[in-house]
């Protein structure tokens, strides 16, 4: 087999012509996309992305030329990409409108959450996009293995993996014709996951009890801790540390007093701009807990054992390998690993 397709790029050289792509997109395509059948005549044209973690990947596949819109943003986006996102029309940092989204006139809509586009989303439904010839797409991420309710986090029945953001980024590029870029992306970010790992393997600090804080909507009420199977137990799993939350809700909300049984070793906290909630901001969370009562007796927090981590990167995103990377060098920096 090699050997023909040795020769057919020979053949096409002696004729003065370009070999044919061996990764081109065939269409008509279609993608079994959370239990529908999405069908493209072409790549599209003109997307509208909900979701900051969907609009990420659209950037790291270079595919920003075809972004109308945007929504849904929790804090800043990648470095990297602060010049071509400020040239993008952002429709709305949190929920958009329906009119707002099929009034850039695009063809397909990306969503990174399915509760925003889904059989009752808060946005639109799948049908009221189909029916005006907009198809859609949502992150495998939010619907494989798991079971969503309106407006919530929802409950995952298997851990999370990087396998469905990796699933996600071959869908994206086969659906823009831009495959190549999808290995690359992908073979980066397994590169840079196998790095973390390696930074802190062997490291006496496996087991160690650690509880992810996103946010609250009472800065002294329960808290959105990170459930088992979420992406920050994926990051926990992958350097041997140990979830202090045994619920398979995405964001269980879990008083501080079940957290202090656990008495948990490290604390990662969350930064964002958004600020919807009492306990966004992760300036209120470190008062709260250095000066509750309960909070305070933590071994987390009288040693100030605290790893601040982007709020994406708790999300099941091209971040979550951020994520690994920046716990792992929190437990390095608080000798843990010794």
């Not at 008509?28 to 493209?40: A, E, Q, S």
């Not at 390998?321 to 929190?330: C, F, Q, R």
Request: hydrophobic share 45%; charged share 20%.
């Amino acid at each position: 087999m090699r050997q023909f397709l040795t020769s057919m790029t020979f053949a096409f050289g002696l004729l003065g012509l370009a070999a044919p792509s061996l990764a081109a997109t065939q269409y008509p395509l279609t993608v079994n996309n959370c239990g529908r059948p999405v069908t493209f005549e072409k790549a599209p044209a003109k997307i509208v992305s909900i979701g900051q973690g969907m609009t990420e990947i659209l950037y790291s596949l270079g595919l920003a030329d075809k972004i109308a819109g945007t929504a849904v943003w929790v804090g800043p986006v990648l470095p990297q990409y602060a010049e071509v996102n400020a040239k993008i029309k952002r429709l709305s940092d949190n929920d958009p409108s329906f009119e707002s989204v099929v009034g850039e006139e695009p063809d397909m809509v990306a969503a990174e959450f399915e509760w925003h586009v889904g059989a009752q989303g808060s946005v639109g439904s799948r049908d009221q996009f189909a029916e005006l010839g907009i198809n859609t797409y949502i992150a495998p991420a939010d619907c494989v293995a798991k079971v969503n309710t309106d407006g919530g986090d929802g409950v995952r029945k298997e851990l999370f993996t990087m396998d469905l953001i990796y699933q996600e980024i071959a869908e994206l590029s086969e659906i823009f014709n831009v495959k190549e870029r999808g290995d690359a992306l992908v073979a980066d970010l397994k590169q840079r996951e196998a790095a973390a790992v390696a930074s802190v393997a062997g490291a006496s600090a496996k087991a160690l009890p650690v509880v992810f804080w996103f946010s609250s909507k009472e800065v002294s009420g329960d808290a959105f801790i990170a459930g088992k199977n979420s992406a920050p137990a994926y990051i926990l799993k992958s350097l041997g540390a140990q979830n202090v939350v045994t619920t398979a809700e995405e964001w269980p909300l879990v008083g501080w007093e079940t957290i202090a049984d656990a008495n948990p070793v490290v604390i990662v906290i969350a930064t964002m701009d958004r600020r919807r909630y009492a306990a966004d901001d992760p300036k209120v969370k470190l008062e709260f807990l250095e000066n509750d009562a309960v909070t305070g007796q933590l071994d987390a927090v009288k040693n100030k054992r605290f790893v601040m981590m982007d709020a994406q990167s708790m999300n099941p995103t091209i971040r979550t390998i951020e994520g690994i990377e920046t716990l792992a060098n929190g437990i390095k920096s608080f000798g843990l690993t010794q």
